[in-house]
């Protein structure tokens, strides 16, 4: 039976995990294939950086090279980081009807505050959009904005970096909300589309006010 790439690549993840460091001979064997396929996954996983190799000298024989996991591999394994997250906001809620959560939340956006209101300070609209999109993309929401024709602004984000927390806790999309119009506090912001409400992306509506030199 052949074996796909991936079966064997996962198979030999699975084998190091279990272990503290194995040759390329000793995984052939426990696979069952050859032992030149095997080192064909190893230099791939070596140079993604999820393996390191260690040269281990032996009394009789030359020298085995020894593989282990890197940790980065931890990120190649199953990882329940969203139940748990999901179990804890329930439990803060159940203690106090949610005031910790929304705490929880103001502080995670205060922080982004405090990293982007310096770098958007004195800039045209469209350059704290750039900077905006740019953090917002960094954390993985794939965000971007448009001008539109009436003269206003579209940002968009087309993926929910956080999607199983957010509709477990409002909070999380309400302090987005807020965080953005704290940095644009020239605009007049209105959410017209939410992911979690299923829509294909967010959308925030930005409006600039009278004062605001607009851009086409």
């Not at 203690?95 to 990293?115: I, K, N, S």
């Not at 953090?135 to 929910?160: R, S």
Request: net charge negative; with cysteine.
């Amino acid at each position: 039976m052949e074996r796909r790439h991936g079966t064997t690549r996962r198979e030999i993840l699975d084998a190091l995990r279990r272990s503290t460091g194995l040759s390329a001979d000793q995984l052939a064997d426990n696979l069952g294939v050859t032992a030149m396929a095997v080192r064909k996954h190893l230099a791939a996983l070596q140079t993604e950086g999820l393996l390191t190799a260690r040269v281990e000298r032996r009394p009789v024989g030359r020298p085995v090279h020894l593989y282990a996991l890197a940790p980065a591999a931890q990120a190649a394994f199953p990882q329940q980081y969203q139940d748990l997250t999901l179990e804890l906001l329930d439990d803060l809620r159940n203690l106090d009807g949610g005031d910790t959560v929304g705490l929880l939340f103001r502080r995670r956006a205060a922080r982004a505050y405090e990293r982007l209101a310096p770098a958007v300070a004195d800039r045209p609209l469209p350059e704290r959009l750039d900077l905006l999109a740019g953090y917002l993309d960094e954390q993985g929401y794939l965000a971007d904005w448009e001008a539109t024709p009436e003269g206003d602004y579209l940002l968009k984000e087309h993926n929910c970096a956080i999607y199983g927390v957010a509709r477990c806790a409002p909070e999380a999309c309400a302090c987005e909300l807020d965080l953005i119009r704290r940095l644009l506090p020239d605009t007049s912001i209105e959410r017209e589309r939410r992911i979690v409400d299923g829509d294909g992306y967010c959308c925030y509506r930005l409006r600039p006010r009278c004062d605001e030199v607009t851009y086409p």
